[in-house]
Structures are given as C-alpha cells and as structure tokens.
C-alpha cells in the first residue's frame, strides 16, 4: 500500500519493522488484550497444538482490536485508520523534526528480521536483495550471488552478537538456503 501524503510524500506499506508505522490499541480494548494474553498463557493446555491455538487466537484479537497508525517521514502528519478502514489525518502543533513517534520503544536496539533473497528469472540489473535496517540506499541490491551470500551471513553474524536480530533467511531461486530464528536458538 501507498499513502500519498498532504505534503506530497509517498508513505510506502510493503514490509514489516517500519519505523513510520504502528498499531493503536484504545486505552477501552486494552485490558481485554491483556486479559486475552493471561487466559493463553494459563489456560492454553499442554501441548504444542494447544498452544499455538491460543497464540493464533491472541494474534486474531490484536488484529481486530488495533488501527493502523502512520507518520509522514517528510512532514510528520499522522495517518489513524478510523472505524471504516479509512484514514484520518492528525498533525503535530510545533514543527517536525524529523523523528517517528512511531519507532521501536527500544530505539536502535530493536530486534529486526534479515531478508535476502536471489531470483535469476529477476529481469534487471540486481538479480538479489538484501533487507535489514541500516543499510545505506543501494546496498541491498546484488548482481552476484557470492557477494550476497557473504553480506547475509556477515549481517547474520554480526546482528546476532549485538541481540539485534529476531530471525533471519536467505532463499535462493524460492529455495531456503539458511533459516534461522530467536526460539530456535535459545
């Protein structure tokens, strides 16, 4: 999804861990979430079916509960979708300075996902792409295989030492190489 803002930015929605995106929770529907939570944890049952039953559920009510919430990185305008899915503009009193309001509580420390992935039937230049958070405009584009395969698992490596990484795969051709996640790791 695009917004086009006000301003004339564009909002872009195509990914997850956006720093300009959140999900709202009215201060009436909280405890419900809240409460929705302990009854998982305490009630769920023993085995893993039971409990990822009650996980999916957690997830169906947090996804009903919440509105989408976005913040123009050229302006700051915020962007609520109301009750019929539609968007509703908010804007600051003071000046933007240019800082989301939307970003991870844990700043810089958040964990975040590692995506990379390779296509030869890709018409253009850059036949792989890398995702992850800090690389600089252009750096996640790769016309060789080798060079991102070595930038993955430099970013694997090193994003797992600082705890910043939450899960992370490289598919080559729609195949998975590695796969990697936080819960199989502990």
């Known amino acids: 999804m695009k917004i086009r803002c006000e301003c004339g930015g564009i909002i872009v929605d195509q990914t997850d861990g956006l720093p300009y995106?959140?999900?709202?929770?009215?201060?009436?529907?909280?405890?419900?979430?809240?409460?929705?939570?302990?009854?998982?944890?305490?009630?769920?049952?023993?085995?893993?079916?039971?409990?990822?039953?009650?996980a999916m559920g957690i997830r169906r009510m947090a996804v009903h509960l919440t509105k989408l919430i976005y913040q123009c990185t050229s302006c700051g305008l915020l962007y609520v979708t109301n009750e019929e899915e539609e968007l509703e503009t908010f804007?600051?009193?003071?000046?933007?300075?240019?800082?989301?309001?939307?970003?991870?509580?844990?700043?810089?420390?958040?964990?975040q996902p590692l995506i990379g992935n390779w296509d030869d039937s890709r018409k253009g230049p850059f036949k792989g792409h890398l995702w992850c958070t800090g690389l600089e405009e252009g750096e996640g584009n790769f016309d060789s295989w080798e060079r991102l395969e070595e930038k993955y698992y430099d970013m694997l490596l090193d994003l797992k030492k600082r705890s910043l990484l939450r899960s992370a795969y490289l598919k080559k051709n729609n195949e998975i190489v590695h796969q990697w996640s936080m819960e199989n790791d502990a």
Request: hydrophobic letters at 30%; proline letters at 4%; a negative charge.
């Open 91 to 111: 804007q600051k009193s003071e000046p933007f300075e240019g800082k989301s309001i939307l970003a991870s509580a844990h700043g810089g420390n958040w964990k």
């Open 21 to 54: 995106k959140g999900h709202l929770i009215s201060d009436q529907d909280w405890f419900d979430f809240l409460d929705a939570i302990d009854r998982a944890i305490e009630k769920s049952g023993p085995t893993d079916k039971d409990k990822e039953r009650a």
